[in-house]
């Protein structure tokens, strides 16, 4: 006798789900750890690197529809990866990940303020005055952060840890 063993369908292996329960957790929990005070006060004091502008060559390299590989861009990413830097960029939106940990993304290039590149600045503070300077962000006011250039996400450079730099 030939038995043959009936195969199930993904979804119904309980191995599957666990693996979209972990997926999900991840993407949930904000992308990982914050920045200790010793790494924020350590930023506060790091002279940016001058010669990256969130304009010209990183905007022309990261923006929909470049004319850059995503080589170019892995290569560009080696390049600058942990570089400080400090823009001022206009804001697209503001996500709450906890009561001392904020997410700003910036515009990466639409509207009036055309041309920059886009971040996600991950900041975590304790200081009141920031936290109300966060909360009252609206769409396209400009804000200057200055953090460390920390991978790229979905052609957004991401700055963590980041400082908001209140004027």
Known sequence: MNKEKEKKPIYKKWWAWLIVLVIIAAVKSGGGGGSSPTARVALKDMAPNTSL??????????????????????????????????WTLPVYEVKKITDTRFKIQTNAGGGDDRGYVG?????????????????????????????????????????????????
């Open 119 to 167: 971040t996600f600045c991950t900041i975590s503070t304790d200081d009141a005055d920031v936290i109300s300077k966060i909360k009252a962000l609206k769409t396209g006011d400009k804000v200057t952060v200055k953090g460390e250039i920390d991978g790229f996400s979905f052609r957004n450079i991401n700055l963590n840890p980041c400082l908001l730099i209140l004027e």
């Open 53 to 86: 502008s969130p304009k010209g060559e990183l905007y022309e390299m990261f923006k929909m529809n470049s004319d850059n590989t995503d080589l170019q861009r892995d290569e560009k990413e080696d390049e600058i990866d942990g570089k400080v830097v400090q």
